[in-house]
């Protein structure tokens, strides 16, 4: 049973535009929740974070919403730049700092 | 600045064959993790630890071992190789429990089970 899953695999975007990237969880107990990327032959990177208690946070570019009744969450990314082209992953944290990962959504964003 | 390293980028080994993937750090992070990425599947955890000498199971240990014999190091062990075990291994550290802290990863190894 995956617990974080991420529908889209893919999702094409011009630059300049907005990037909007999904994730939906079935586990209530999860209460941060976490986006990472990665580049081709390279681990993945942190990228911003939210916990459970709040329903926004930003940091530049980069905007994550979550949506506790629903489950669900998202990566806002705006404006899109070329360099943003990578496999964005959603993860949720429960049991003492082991994260649960989605399948991940290859962003690519056209000049 | 905070550094995982991994011990080869790609890896070749036969089917049968005992494997050891090694992961360091330098941040003296407590918790380490191993975990496997396939095309579809995201990252599945294969096995965790919380300390030197600790080791707990992930979502998929059938197949794999772990050594935590010093704090900054972690090596996954594959007892007897098989073509299912292809796959991009990924190593990562965090911080002790907070339940919050994001997890740092290495570059990972590309292992192929011929």
């Known amino acids: 049973d995956q617990q974080v899953k991420q529908n889209s695999p893919s999702l094409s975007v011009q630059e300049g535009r907005i990037s909007i990237l999904n994730c939906d969880y079935t586990?209530?107990?999860?209460?941060?929740f976490l986006w990472y990327k990665k580049y081709p032959a390279e681990g993945p990177t942190f990228l911003i974070s939210i916990s459970s208690i709040k329903d926004k946070n930003e940091d530049g570019r980069f905007t994550v919403f979550l949506n506790k009744s629903a489950k669900h969450l998202s990566l806002h990314i705006v404006p899109s730049q070329p360099g943003d082209s990578a496999v964005y992953f959603c993860a949720a944290n429960y049991n003492a700092g082991k994260s649960t990962f989605g399948d991940g959504t290859t962003l690519t964003v056209k000049p | 600045d905070v550094k995982v390293t991994q011990s080869s980028r790609y890896l070749v080994k036969r089917t049968g064959e005992k494997v050891f993937l090694e992961c360091v750090q330098d941040?003296?992070?407590?918790?380490m993790f191993w975990y496997r990425q396939d095309p579809g599947l995201g990252l599945r955890l294969i096995y965790f630890?919380?300390?030197?000498?600790?080791?707990e199971k992930g979502d998929i240990p059938e197949g794999y071992s772990v050594s935590r014999e010093k704090k900054e190091r972690f090596s996954l062990i594959l007892e007897s190789a098989s073509t299912n075990q292809t796959s991009m291994y990924l190593c990562?550290?965090?911080?002790?429990?907070?339940?919050?802290?994001?997890?740092?990863f290495g570059p990972g190894t590309r292992l192929t089970v011929l």
């Open positions: 990562a550290s965090s911080p002790p429990d907070r339940g919050t802290d994001t997890q740092y």
């Open positions: 586990n209530s107990m999860f209460d941060y």
């Open positions: 941040m003296d992070h407590e918790n």
């Open positions: 630890s919380y300390d030197v000498k600790m080791k």
